[in-house]
Structures are given as C-alpha cells and as structure tokens.
C-alpha cells in the first residue's frame, strides 16, 4: 500500500502524530480546529473527516468516527496503522441520571458492552475500560475547566429505535449507569487489545427522560448548554493531551 494510505480514512504515514481527537460527528472536528494554533484539513471521506493540528505545541489528529462501534472501529484500526498511540473521544450521550443536565460532562470509567462492534473482537467478559493514567489526566483538566462533570460507567448501544428503548434505559438507569453513547465500549475494547491509550469525554445533550425539574430554564438555554459542553469537553481533552505528553514524551 503506498505510503501506507488507509482505506476509508484516506491518510498515509509521514505525519508522527500520536495523539487523535475522537468525535462521532464530522461537524464537531471543525469546533475543534477553533482551539487550535493552527490545522489544516487532510482528508473528508464518507464519515471521516480528519484535520491535523497543535495545541500548546503538541501535534494532534482530530477524526470524526461516524455513528456507532462499527464506524468507529475502523477509524481507530487504521489511525494506530500510522501511527497514533493515544486516543480521546469526545462525544455526545444521553444521560440515565436525573443529575446530569445538558452541557454537563461524563467521563466514562468503563462501558457496558451492548453493542456489536466490541463483540466481534472478543466476548463480554473482556472489559471495556479507559487507560488508568490518561483517566486521571482527563478528569484533573476537567476540574481544572471547572466544567461541571461526572465520572463513571456508560452504556453503549446500537440502536435508538426498537420497541424496548424505554425498558432498557429504564434497565440500566436502575443499575446506576451514567449516560448512554454508542462508540465508548467499542474505542475501549480495542484499544485494550491493540494497546492504544484511550479515554471518553461525553457532553449530554439529552436529559433523563421524565426529568422536568429545571426544565424551562433548559429549554430556553438548551442550545448554549449544549454548546457549552461541547467546548468544554474539546478543551477538557486538549488540555489532558498537554498534561499526558509533559510526562510521557517519548
Ligand atoms: O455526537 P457523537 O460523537 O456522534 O455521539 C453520539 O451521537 C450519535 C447519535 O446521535 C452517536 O454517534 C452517539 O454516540
Ligand atoms: O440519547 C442519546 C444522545 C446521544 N447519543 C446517544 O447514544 N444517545
């Protein structure tokens, strides 16, 4: 393959980035590239768009995933295929907790495996947890963004329209689960698998259904809320990147 060139992300070798910004959405890699000293677009096909950057003189990917496990499996596959060792999603979720409010970060400790994508790699008794220490880094920047955020367990799923929607939020709600995404267990599994460093800032952009408290408020302010999270979490991840590489250069 020449120069390495990945299939569906459409970049080669020769860049020596190691770390990549992760969101589903190829929207958001724009947001990100307005907290960055410079970036430059390299390549836009099908779900995955790609910008190359620096912040505070690290050099970062940033790469939409697409929707779902399976989409962002294949851009995680073919981003440590040129070499980047790092990896932070930042994403979007709906929360399981009547406590988290639009805007509001959570920061997955682990995730429950109800997707496909993690499957096909291994079965269900394989963890789908984060990197212990870039954990530790997201969650300092997050305190330090003063971002109001939660860390613990998401639940990732593969679908939002089946008849059992409501039972199975409702399921996993009971059992404490913080949020639901769709890509987190899948960026986890195999990342542990292939040794890739990985971490999931999620904004919610959905509150509990049934929630009303403060619901007015957050109608009227529900697109800045939103807005909001979605800057803090990109800065929360950026900011851990700096701290992770101060320690761990080489
Ligand atoms: O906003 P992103 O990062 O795409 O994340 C969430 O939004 C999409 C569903 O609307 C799924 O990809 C889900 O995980
Ligand atoms: O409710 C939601 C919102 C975003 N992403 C999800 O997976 N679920």
């Given at each position: 393959m020449k120069n390495n060139l990945q299939p569906h992300i459409r970049i080669g070798n020769g860049y020596e980035v190691k770390y990549a910004l992760l969101p589903g959405d190829p929207g958001r890699v724009d947001e990100v590239a307005k907290f960055l000293d410079?970036?430059?677009?390299?390549?836009?096909?099908?779900?995955?768009k790609t910008i190359i950057g620096s912040y505070n003189g690290v050099k970062i990917f940033v790469s939409s995933t697409g929707i779902g496990g399976v989409s962002a499996g294949i851009a995680i596959e073919e981003l440590k295929n040129i070499g980047v060792k790092v990896m932070i999603r930042i994403g979007s979720c709906g929360a399981l907790q009547p406590h988290l409010r639009l805007g509001d970060l959570v920061i997955a400790s682990g995730a429950v495996r109800n997707d496909g994508a993690s499957y096909a790699y291994i079965n269900k008794a394989y963890p789908a947890i984060p990197d212990p220490e870039l954990l530790f880094h997201v969650m300092n920047a997050a305190k330090k963004n003063r971002s109001t955020n939660h860390t613990g367990i998401v639940r990732c799923h593969d679908s939002f329209y089946t008849d059992k929607e409501h039972e199975i939020d409702k399921y996993w709600s009971e059992k404490g689960i913080l949020a639901s995404d769709m890509e987190t267990a899948a960026l986890f599994v195999i990342g542990g698998l292939r040794g890739i460093k990985t971490a999931s800032i999620l904004n919610v952009v959905v509150e509990k259904e049934g929630d009303l408290e403060g619901g007015i408020n957050d109608y009227i302010d529900e697109k800045n809320n939103s807005k909001r999270g979605e800057e803090q979490e990109i800065?929360?991840?950026?900011?851990?990147?700096?701290?992770?590489?101060?320690i761990y250069k080489n």
């Open positions: 410079h970036s430059e677009e390299l390549a836009y096909n099908r779900e995955y800065l929360t991840a950026l900011e851990a990147i700096v701290s992770y590489e101060s």
